[in-house]
T-cell receptor, first 106, second 116 residues
Framework: KNEVEQSPQNLTAQEGEFITINCSYSVGISALHWLQQHPGGGIVSLFMLSSGKKKHGRLIATINIQEKHSSLHITASHPRDSAVYICAVESSTLVFGAGTILRVKS | DVKVTQSSRYLVKRTGEKVFLECVQDMDHENMFWYRQDPGLGLRLIYFSYDVKMKEKGDIPEGYSVSREKKERFSLILESASTNQTSMYLC???????????????FGQGTRLTVV
């Protein structure tokens, strides 16, 4: 069993929809990262959180330490949000989930 | 505003060649990491370095070596490239040792290596 599980693996949404990507982990962590990877490979850090909730624009990330679960929400989705979203947990190193491929259609 | 730079975006090499992938960061970070990314497997850690001339094996170090002669530069070396090393390679850097202090990780743009 992978230490970090993401769901869904693939997600197609219509422009304007509310999107949720989930991340569950099985190890003790000091922080959890949500990353975004666009076609071409570059990765951008979206959030780093160790408790509660963070918001940046249309993106919201939450984490429940007791349940070992985090969610990334995108409100009013747009085609430019199409990317791979990666959850990574921080223990002695970063352990990555396999990623969620999101496609937002106009 | 480039922070982590990988020397090549795309590389095609022949089986058996020695391959160098270079990563440079301009943030004076102590820690640098090399990952490979494969479909369905996510990012897997190859090697990392906490300081100049220091290196630690990650989860999949076989077939790779690294060099950290200067703080800003971390090189990944494929001693004798093989077709199963065809992958996307990503470099990252952080300020503090992961696990001891929450810190943001900065990634390079990635190098897509094809070994033929």
């Amino acid at each position: 069993k992978n230490e970090v599980e993401q769901s869904p693996q693939n997600l197609t949404a219509q422009e304007g929809e509310f999107i949720t990507i989930n991340c569950s982990y099985s190890v003790g962590i000091s922080a959890l990262h949500w990353l975004q990877q666009h076609p071409g490979g570059g990765i951008v850090s979206l959030f780093m959180l160790s408790s509660g909730k963070k918001k940046h624009g249309r993106l919201i990330a939450t984490i429940n330490i007791q349940e070992k679960h985090s969610s990334l929400h995108i409100t009013a989705s747009h085609p430019r949000d199409s990317a791979v979203y990666i959850c990574a947990v921080e223990s002695s190193t970063l352990v990555f989930g396999a990623g969620t491929i999101l496609r937002v259609k106009s | 505003d480039v922070k982590v730079t990988q020397s090549s975006r795309y590389l095609v090499k022949r089986t058996g060649e020695k391959v160098f992938l270079e990563c440079v960061q301009d943030m004076d970070h102590e820690n640098m990491f090399w990952y490979r990314q494969d479909p369905g497997l996510g990012l897997r850690l190859i090697y990392f370095s906490y300081d100049v001339k220091m290196k630690e094996k990650g989860d999949i170090p076989e077939g790779y070596s690294v060099s950290r002669e200067k703080k800003e530069r971390f090189s990944l070396i494929l001693e004798s490239a093989s077709t199963n090393q065809t992958s996307m390679y990503l470099c990252a850097s952080t300020t503090y040792r992961l696990g001891l202090m929450n810190t943001e990780a900065f990634f390079g743009q990635g190098t897509r290596l094809t070994v033929v």
